[in-house]
């Protein structure tokens, strides 16, 4: 067991390396690539000896993130979710995030303002949203009755749909990037993990209605996992 053990652990820092270094040809900075180098040296901990697999690799990663400050949850799982097919040897995503410009570089320096869950969830009384914000809301809350939904679970998900807005409000421009900040900062405000893995669930679903995409509502209550990586 222990030459299996010293043998998965060689594995997993090759693919550190591996990934730190096409980072560096990419032209991050030596701060950044230091930064990412201790998560992933934690991480790799708790991969070790694991199997390739999705659901491990999740598993592994989510007490980590508990030790994380919540300044860091963004840098950590941007890592982590670029780690994730050099640890499973990919070379196919690898190839195709390189050429697509798949890694995140140039962190965005926008980040949403600090608050709490509580502050968050009382703000949503009085908080105001302009037609480009209504519009996906309503459509998200309309498919979700299309499908069936109880009106709790509709209200229920529709809030926390707001909350992403509330945090996406100061955002200079409104993309993938500042979404996906938005969304990774937000997440360790949620203390109790099941209300965490629902928000994940709306984030995921209500993404599509924000960017506009045509076959959302064909998306909605496909997929109940709650991912940390979405």
Same mark, same amino acid.
């Given at each position: 067991?222990?030459?299996?053990?010293?043998?998965?652990?060689?594995? +997993?820092?090759?693919?550190?390396? *591996?990934?730190?270094?096409?980072?560096?040809?990419?032209? *991050?900075?030596?701060? !950044?690539?230091?930064?990412? =180098?201790?998560?992933?040296?934690?991480?790799?901990?708790? @991969?070790?000896?694991? +199997?390739?697999?999705?659901?491990?690799?999740?598993?592994?990663?989510?007490?980590?993130?508990?030790?994380?400050?919540? !300044?860091?949850?963004?840098?950590?799982?941007?890592?982590?979710?670029?780690?994730?097919?050099?640890?499973?040897?990919?070379?196919?995503?690898?190839?195709?995030?390189?050429?697509?410009?798949?890694?995140?570089?140039?962190?965005?320096?926008?980040?949403?303002?600090?608050? =709490?869950?509580?502050?968050?969830?009382?703000?949503? %009384?009085? +908080?105001?949203?302009?037609?480009? +914000?209504?519009?996906?809301?309503?459509?998200? &809350?309309?498919?979700?009755?299309?499908?069936? /939904?109880?009106? =709790? @679970?509709? !209200?229920?998900? %529709?809030?926390? *749909?707001?909350?992403?807005? %509330?945090?996406?409000? /100061?955002?200079? %421009?409104?993309?993938?990037? =500042?979404?996906?900040? &938005?969304? !990774?900062?937000?997440?360790?405000?949620?203390?109790?993990?099941?209300?965490?893995?629902?928000?994940?669930?709306?984030?995921?679903?209500?993404?599509?209605?924000?960017?506009?995409?045509?076959?959302?509502?064909? @998306?909605?209550?496909?997929?109940?996992?709650?991912?940390?990586?979405?």
């Amino acid at each position: 067991m222990k030459n299996h053990n010293r043998m998965d652990q060689t594995r +997993e820092y090759r693919a550190i390396r *591996a990934y730190l270094n096409l980072l560096q040809i990419k032209g *991050a900075t030596g701060p !950044d690539i230091l930064k990412r =180098s201790h998560f992933l040296e934690k991480f790799i901990v708790n @991969l070790i000896g694991k +199997e390739l697999d999705g659901n491990e690799y999740r598993k592994a990663l989510e007490p980590l993130m508990e030790t994380i400050p919540t !300044d860091d949850w963004h840098n950590c799982l941007t890592a982590a979710r670029e780690f994730y097919p050099f640890w499973k040897e990919d070379f196919k995503v690898i190839a195709a995030l390189n050429i697509n410009s798949g890694f995140d570089i140039t962190s965005l320096q926008w980040r949403p303002l600090p608050t =709490s869950l509580k502050l968050l969830m009382e703000s949503l %009384v009085t +908080e105001r949203f302009d037609a480009s +914000e209504n519009w996906p809301l309503k459509a998200y &809350a309309q498919a979700l009755r299309q499908e069936g /939904s109880e009106q =709790s @679970l509709v !209200d229920t998900r %529709v809030k926390l *749909a707001k909350i992403i807005l %509330v945090r996406l409000k /100061s955002a200079p %421009v409104k993309n993938h990037k =500042s979404y996906r900040t &938005a969304v !990774d900062l937000t997440l360790p405000l949620f203390n109790i993990k099941n209300n965490r893995r629902l928000f994940l669930v709306v984030v995921r679903e209500f993404y599509h209605f924000w960017i506009g995409n045509p076959d959302a509502s064909s @998306l909605v209550l496909k997929d109940g996992s709650g991912n940390i990586l979405f």
